[in-house]
């Protein structure tokens, strides 16, 4: 099962095509570039809240720390090793950043490796992406999800620093064929889960 959410993320010229269980939606043109922060590191929390699938309904508290963010013409570069070489020589190009960290309550967190923001006609949207935890089973059996290695956040905010957002928990990134400049962001046969209750805690 895969939808498709269209969406432009900041100073890439491309489209990411995001596998989740959701209408499509189209954001191209809607949003102002931004010019990546360098400041203070920022702290947000809130709640990840499962929508669909056997966890419907489960939640846990997470903690989001955001140190840095991506450059444009760094992710071009990046984005280009994706569409030639694929997602593995993308993980080797982004492995050595740490961008901040995102975990779950009782989880070790995760270093952020891609990490941007621009802002709509309301809230500034930050886009993220990290390698995922990946499960003792996965590595011993070889299983087919170990080909969906990131997790993918799309975070918007207001002026307060509270929002929402959503996380696709296992995607797999590729270039879509037949369209060169639209990147697929593919969920692994999960719902994409929200986040709620967003709030800054420190700037």
Known sequence: MKAKWLLRTLGICCIFTIGV????????????ERSP????????????AAIGGQFAGASRP????????TPSDEAQREFEILRAQGQDDFI??????????????GQVGRDLRFVQESQTEKDRKITILFERWLRMFEVKYGTRSQDYPFTYIELFVNDNGNGEGSVVGLAK??????TPNTLDVENFGTYAAK?????????
Do not use: N, Q, W
């Open 21 to 32: 269980s959701s209408a499509s939606r189209r954001l191209k043109g809607e949003d102002k």
């Open 37 to 48: 922060h360098s400041s203070a590191k920022e702290v947000y929390t809130g709640t990840v």
């Open 62 to 69: 997470f903690t989001l720390e955001i140190t840095g963010y």
């Open 92 to 105: 080797k190009a982004i492995s050595h950043k740490k961008l901040g960290s995102f975990s779950l309550d």
């Open 173 to 178: 990134l590729s270039f879509d064929k037949k």
């Open 195 to 203: 986040l709620m209750g967003v709030e800054l805690r420190t700037r």
